[in-house]
């Protein structure tokens, strides 16, 4: 397999692939590598943080908080949970930048931008966090039912609310506009039938589903055209009968694995596989094994989100952060915070992650993780501020992103490689002509230096 395929592949399933794996790979056949890919990813490990500090108070009712705690002592434990979600998130990328994570958390982080759920609750989000990564890989009809059924998704859209009475209609609306079939793909009416077929979905102290059944609309509802006594699970059935579904969530995969530019024949081809029987594993192997999918037209034209990109270059130089609440400071500069997407649509991604204030700090990202760089650029959202908080964080910028650096490990994985092939490795995008004039006038006196200089020019910010 060439080398410069091994390295797509290994973007989209990954964070990019360094020099010792990709030396291993090179002699082996496509079908062996994706074999192994799928292989590695069959085993599901949970992502669990300690959470031991809260046996006391975990899974107990509001009511039963309120006559244990005072006003002031519920709002510290809220606002330890708060931090626990925060924790989670560092854990998530600690995992996703393991060698052996590759496409199960990769997938994971695929479906929370697809599946779009928040949640304060460490236990819940953790919980939902893990049911993305059991199921990344598996059945999508098992895997919608369990999401409808995940406390976290029944607080964010509201469906707790939802009863007999006085139905609620936001997850029903966000199931099929979002998660499933994409807007102008259903009515109004079927909307309004559909949430009712969810009256009564809610969810025990624990997080276990619950089915209250006096706030449950057992009658008849008519739903795409189908009129029956329709629970949730039924409603799930007919949506999944509609072949525009496959295609929604193969046009999110087309997107996200293949090209933001979407080839219309391309895209039927795997619709057409994914809808025999929904089955994630079996799709993204045909993709994967297809030939189209290393045609040069899709390799090197995607905008790394900003996960990819700090990974990436952990991937090459590994990066420890001496104060762990830098990385948030990192995500939300960025515009990408796992775990707290921007709304329930998710992050828009492609070109959504480019504007002037977020292109010149990816661009300096690599130095400042590498080369002891002073950041001094604006966060998102500074003119909201009043001029107090403004000026209290005006105050903070010219700070330093204080990590440890692998260099000796860069230094003994690199050290064979001479600075063409060093920029092959890292550069996947055809380089622009300026670009081309650019590497050839830098001196290559330090490989470390080099490198950092190859991680801050435009085309790396494609893969």
């Known amino acids: 397999m060439k080398q410069k ?3 797509h592949l290994y973007w989209r399933i990954n964070f990019g692939i360094d020099t010792k794996e990709l030396t291993k790979l090179k002699s082996k056949s496509k079908s062996k590598i994706i074999s192994k890919l799928f292989t590695e990813s069959k085993g599901y490990k949970p992502l669990e943080l300690d959470l031991s500090e809260f046996d006391d108070v975990k899974f107990k009712p509001k009511r039963e908080l309120k006559n244990q705690f005072t006003e002031v002592e ?50 819940f989000i953790q919980r939902y966090n893990n049911t993305l990564r059991d199921h990344a890989l598996g059945n999508f009809r ?40 994409g807007v102008g793909n259903y009515t109004e009416q079927d909307i309004k039938e559909s949430a009712r077929a969810f009256t009564g979905w809610s969810f025990k102290n624990n997080g276990d589903f619950n089915l209250r059944k006096k706030q449950h609309d057992f009658g ?15 409603i799930i059935d007919i949506i999944l009968e509609q072949k525009q579904c496959a295609k929604h969530i193969c046009t999110k995969v087309y997107k ?18 994914f809808y025999k029987d929904y089955n994630i594993s079996n799709l993204m192997k045909h993709i994967f094994e297809s030939n189209w999918f290393y045609d040069d037209i899709n390799i090197g034209v995607k905008i790394k989100s900003p996960i990819e990109l700090l990974l990436g270059i952990q991937k090459i130089v590994p990066v420890t952060f001496n104060k762990k609440r830098q990385l948030h400071y990192l995500q939300k500069m960025m515009g990408q915070t796992l775990l707290y997407p921007d709304n329930v649509a998710g992050w828009k991604g492609g070109k959504n992650w480019i504007d002037s204030n977020t ?17 001094n650029l604006e966060e998102k959202g500074d003119f909201e501020d009043s001029f107090e908080e ?28 001479n600075a063409k092939e060093l920029t092959s490795l890292l550069i996947s995008s055809k380089l622009d002509k300026d670009t081309e004039k650019f590497i050839e006038n830098l001196k290559v006196d330090s490989k470390r230096n080099y490198c950092i200089q190859l991680m801050s020019i435009p085309e790396y910010q494609l893969c």
């Open 5 to 7: 395929h091994i390295q």
């Open 74 to 123: 519920l709002q510290k434990l809220r606002n330890k949970q708060q931090k626990k979600v925060k924790d989670l998130n560092y854990a998530w990328l600690e995992r996703l930048a393991e060698p052996n994570a590759t496409l199960r958390e990769k997938m994971t982080l695929f479906w929370a931008n697809v599946f779009v759920c928040r949640d304060n609750n460490i236990f």
């Open 142 to 181: 098992e895997f919608v039912k369990l999401i409808a059924r995940e406390p976290s998704m029944s607080k964010y859209l509201n469906n707790k609310q939802n009863i007999k009475w006085k139905p609620n209609e936001n997850f029903a609306r966000e199931l099929m506009e979002l998660f499933t079939l």
């Open 220 to 234: 008849e509802k008519t739903f795409f055209g189908k009129t029956g006594n329709f629970n949730g699970d039924d």
């Open 256 to 273: 996200y694995f293949i090209n933001p530019v979407v080839d219309e024949n391309r895209l039927e081809e795997i619709t057409d596989v």
């Open 359 to 375: 292109l010149m700090f990816r661009m300096k990202l690599a130095s400042l993780l590498l080369n002891n760089a002073i950041i």
């Open 390 to 417: 403004y000026y209290k964080r005006a105050k903070k910028r010219g700070k330093l992103i204080k990590t440890t650096k692998n260099w000796e490990k860069f230094d003994a994985k690199y050290k064979e490689l």
